[in-house]
């Protein structure tokens, strides 16, 4: 791979990963939703429409601890996007749920990730597209393993 090609994918990662970051913010701010922050969005994305998760798979899938998911499901609760849910069959066993707000909000979002993926494929052929999950595919493993070796230093 020559250097101008490096340096190209490098500048548009770091142009496309910011410009995400300020499309969200900026919707978020200018929306019915404006009282969220982006972190407490993602969080309202980890868990999803099953309302099935307990808060550590939660914790588990945005890699933060407990005491930061808690502070973070305590305010999305009073802010009414989730709910906890005890189980029938074992009241200790808590479930992270969305409220009818959540899960709007929860569509809301996954429809611009759609329409972005969307974008990104238009124009390309199969093969083309197979190339380019390759590429991410690859970009996510080495991001893991770095996420890995820093998670076994803290431990």
Do not use: C, W
């Amino acid at each position: 791979m020559d250097q101008a090609t490096i340096e190209e994918m490098n500048d548009y990662l770091v142009m496309i990963f910011n410009e995400i970051l300020l499309i969200e913010e900026s919707s978020l701010k200018e929306s019915e939703f404006s009282d969220l922050s982006i972190k407490e969005m993602h969080t309202i994305e980890a868990i999803g429409l099953t309302g099935t998760l307990s808060s550590s798979e939660v914790a588990k899938k945005l890699s933060i601890t407990m005491g930061t998911l808690s502070v973070s499901i305590q305010n999305l609760v009073k802010k009414g996007y989730v709910e906890r849910v005890s189980l029938p069959e074992d009241r200790r066993v808590v479930r992270l749920k969305l409220t009818q707000r959540g899960k709007l909000l929860y569509r809301l979002h996954r429809k611009f990730h759609f329409n972005m993926v969307e974008q990104t494929l238009n124009g390309l052929e199969d093969e083309e597209a197979a190339v380019l999950v390759k590429g991410l595919r690859n970009l996510h493993l080495f991001l893991d393993n770095i996420k890995a070796k820093l998670n076994q230093k803290d431990a």
